[in-house]
């Protein structure tokens, strides 16, 4: 059974910065994606930024040149969220997500965590 779980969650004030941190556990194979959603009170789970296994990224507009995801080659199960210039508006419960292959001939299912609350207010 694969898992996964977020970490780093926080109070920030707006313009501050968080990093947060995901780690995928269980039987793995490989995985071909890991990203982070969001989803405010009230609004729809959006995409906040994919990173795919060949290292290409996509992020959503609202983002672009204030976080970055990346991963470490020392810890090829984790990804990470750098939010840097936080706006109230990112305040939101941050889920990871990833397609993992558990065997050679998988083709790969969506794992979910269960969310890390970002705050951003003054």
């Known amino acids: 059974q694969v898992q996964l779980v977020e970490s780093g969650g926080d109070l920030v004030q707006p313009g501050g910065s968080l990093r947060l941190s995901c780690v995928a556990s269980?039987?793995?194979?490989?995985?071909?994606?890991m990203g982070w959603y969001r989803q405010a009170l009230g609004k729809q789970r959006e995409l906040v930024a994919v990173?795919?296994?060949?290292?290409?990224?996509?992020y959503a507009d609202s983002v672009k040149a204030r976080f970055t995801i990346y991963r470490e080659n020392a810890k090829k199960n984790m990804v990470f969220l750098q939010m840097n210039n936080l706006k109230p508006e990112d305040t939101a419960v941050y889920y990871c997500?990833?397609?993992?292959?558990?065997?050679?001939?998988?083709?790969?299912?969506?794992?979910w965590g269960k969310g890390t609350l970002v705050t951003v207010s003054s």
């Open positions: 990173m795919y296994g060949g290292g290409s990224t996509d």
């Open positions: 269980g039987s793995i194979f490989r995985i071909n994606r």
């Open positions: 997500n990833a397609q993992i292959m558990e065997s050679p001939s998988d083709y790969g299912m969506d794992y």
